[in-house]
């Protein structure tokens, strides 16, 4: 059975950094895209960022632009969220998710993702 666990969450102050990892455990198919959303307090689960299994497509959201970066490890089948310039409006429990269905465009749905992990807090303090 195939698992996803983030970690690397915590507090950190406004204008810092954290990254988020995030490692897949088990037998997992040939290629699936692979996703970080955020969920903050009273808000609904949003998109933050994706990345297709080469590395070659790339989506995030307007909000984290020039701030996160995606990347990935195939052979370590994990991926990672690099956040820079922490706002305090970025606070949210962090989840990592797996879109295992062939797409022609990443999708920014919660809807797409089969698999999720736990999920890790992010707190920005300003």
């Known amino acids: 059975q195939v698992q996803l666990v983030e970690s690397g969450g915590g507090w950190v102050q406004a204008g810092g950094s954290l990254t988020l990892s995030c490692a897949a455990s088990?037998?997992?198919?040939?290629?699936?895209?692979m996703g970080w959303f955020r969920q903050a307090p009273g808000k609904e689960r949003e998109f933050v960022a994706a990345?297709?299994?080469?590395?070659?497509?790339?989506e995030y959201a307007d909000s984290v632009k020039g701030r996160f970066t995606i990347s990935r490890d195939n052979a370590k089948k994990t991926v990672d969220l690099q956040m820079n310039s922490l706002k305090p409006d970025d606070t949210a429990v962090y989840y990592c998710?797996?879109?295992?269905?062939?797409?022609?465009?990443?999708?920014?749905?919660?809807?797409?993702?089969?698999?999720w992990g736990q999920g890790t807090q992010v707190t920005v303090s300003s």
């Open positions: 998710a797996a879109d295992f269905t062939p797409r022609r465009d990443i999708s920014k749905s919660s809807r797409a993702y089969e698999l």
């Open positions: 990345i297709s299994w080469s590395g070659g497509r790339i």
């Open positions: 088990g037998r997992t198919s040939s290629s699936y895209v």
